[in-house]
């Protein structure tokens, strides 16, 4: 079992920056494929941002040009670097790991979840 451990959420103003981190509690055996989700209460997970086992990303076209996701392989810790921040951003951000193929954008194909990390951001 993989336990996923989300840190850095906040509060911040908009137009601010936030780090997001997931660390995970052991390796996995492979490379996985890692991805960030946000929740409003009430709603669907929402895919945010995706990364290959290769590097490469993808993004919600609502965060391209100001999210930037990526892992550092000897922590084995996923990052959500957030920037220009707006109030449409607020929710709860998950972390989730995809062992086999990935990343999907739908949250069913995960295996692993992190707790979630509050991210709210104020006009």
């Known amino acids: 079992q993989v336990q996923l451990v989300e840190s850095g959420g906040g509060l911040v103003q908009a137009g601010g920056s936030l780090r997001l981190s997931c660390a995970a509690s052991?390796?996995?055996?492979?490379?996985?494929?890692a991805a960030w989700f946000r929740q409003i209460s009430g709603k669907d997970r929402e895919f945010v941002a995706g990364?290959?086992?290769?590097?490469?990303?993808i993004y919600n076209d609502s965060v391209k040009g100001r999210f930037t996701i990526s892992r550092d392989s000897a922590t084995n810790t996923v990052y959500l670097q957030m920037n220009n921040l707006k109030p449409v951003d607020t929710a709860v951000y998950y972390c989730?790991?995809?062992?086999?193929?990935?990343?999907?954008?739908?949250?069913?194909?995960?295996?692993?979840w992190g707790q979630g990390t509050q991210v709210t951001v104020s006009s």
């Open positions: 052991r390796r996995t055996g492979r490379p996985y494929a």
């Open positions: 989730a790991a995809q062992i086999v193929g990935g990343p999907e954008t739908t949250e069913g194909a995960y295996d692993y």
């Open positions: 990364l290959f086992r290769n590097g490469g990303t």
